[in-house]
């Protein structure tokens, strides 16, 4: 796809309430800090616009949905195309309702799950350990601490080219870390299911959850959360453990030595520093047990042009060890 098809393509767009912004930069927004620039970043003021802009986005020109940027990595070479980002207060309400809330895409789980709280509602505390938008939630089927986003949703409200769509949770084919949404559907609201419960438990469960998060995860380091998806009847920390890969480095990427699902950005990473760190950790693991780890961060975009050198001092491979820490309680 070369630039003037995509510039092409957004000539033919209506104008939109939103902001388009060429060559925009995308890694301020990511949580590894890390990427080159959108060729188009497109930011709609509400869901009719993100409707006007599937609708005559051209099929040739590719389209890339980002959230809160918490569980991605983008490649340093940037993304083609669009990228859609959602946010404001277009996307960000919660509505409370007597059995439930409904939130916007860009409303953050955490968010969701204390006004839930606040409500007296259970049954969301899990989303308070989950650090994303709803939109991605719904996207990935996002889970932590014992439930998944498709337990508990009731519908959602997908935008797509040929019109808004209201679906239950049964049609969005959950599995897994996925959802099977229409293509090019973009989540811009879910509705969660919730009961009445009580408040001082529904407060115990929360802070537990931002105990056990505290503990056993980077949470204050540049890093996408879990890498890997837990291979059936298996935990992926214990699998990069067992491979020897806590504390592995390349460049300015790190395997965490708290919790060896998580990879950082301890300073001056590139994305293919720690993509490429990844899949080195793929390999010693397939290696050492036979099982092949799937990535569970979503990775966009383009390589650089021209690899960048390895810092000096490293191998040519560019990796290091770094001593294995102990790291108790990870999931």
């Not at 679906?167 to 897994?176: K, M, N, Q, R, T």
């Not at 390349?250 to 301890?266: D, K, P, Y």
Request: glycine share 14%.
């Amino acid at each position: 796809m070369s630039a003037r098809v995509a510039m092409t393509g957004l000539a033919t767009l209506p104008p939109l309430k939103g902001r388009v912004q060429a060559a925009a930069p995308l890694a301020p927004f990511t949580w590894f800090r890390v990427g080159g620039p959108a060729e188009w970043l497109v930011r709609p003021a509400d869901a009719e616009d993100a409707l006007l802009l599937l609708r005559d986005l051209p099929d040739a020109v590719p389209l890339t949905m980002i959230g809160a940027a918490s569980n991605l990595i983008v490649r340093d070479g940037g993304v083609r195309g669009v990228v859609l980002r959602l946010g404001g207060r277009g996307f960000g309400a919660i509505a409370v309702e007597a059995d439930g809330i409904v939130a916007g895409a860009a409303a953050l789980d955490a968010t969701v799950a204390e006004h839930a709280a606040a409500a007296g509602l259970a049954g969301l505390e899990f989303l308070s350990g989950i650090p994303g938008t709803v939109g991605g939630a719904v996207a990935m089927n996002a889970g932590a601490y014992g439930a998944e986003v498709k337990d508990v949703l009731d519908w959602a409200e997908v935008a797509t080219q040929a019109g808004l769509l209201r679906l239950p949770a049964a049609d969005l084919g959950f599995a897994y870390r996925r959802a099977a949404l229409p293509p090019r559907g973009v989540v811009v609201r879910a509705r969660f299911r919730a009961a009445p419960g009580d408040r001082a438990a529904i407060a115990a469960r929360m802070a537990e959850i931002r105990a056990s998060r505290e503990a056993t995860q980077p949470v204050r380091a540049r890093t996408g959360g879990s890498t890997f998806k837990n291979p059936p009847g298996n935990k992926a920390w214990r699998l990069v453990d067992a491979a020897g890969c806590r504390g592995l480095t390349r460049g300015g990427a790190q395997v965490s030595e708290l919790h060896a699902n998580f990879l950082l950005n301890t300073g001056g990473a590139t994305a293919a520093d720690i993509e490429g760190l990844g899949e080195e950790v793929r390999a010693r693991v397939l290696a050492a047990t036979g099982i092949a780890l799937e990535w569970e961060i979503r990775r966009v975009g383009e390589p650089p042009a021209i690899a960048p050198p390895a810092p000096p001092g490293r191998r040519p491979d560019g990796f290091a060890t770094a001593p294995r820490g102990a790291g108790q309680g990870e999931r």
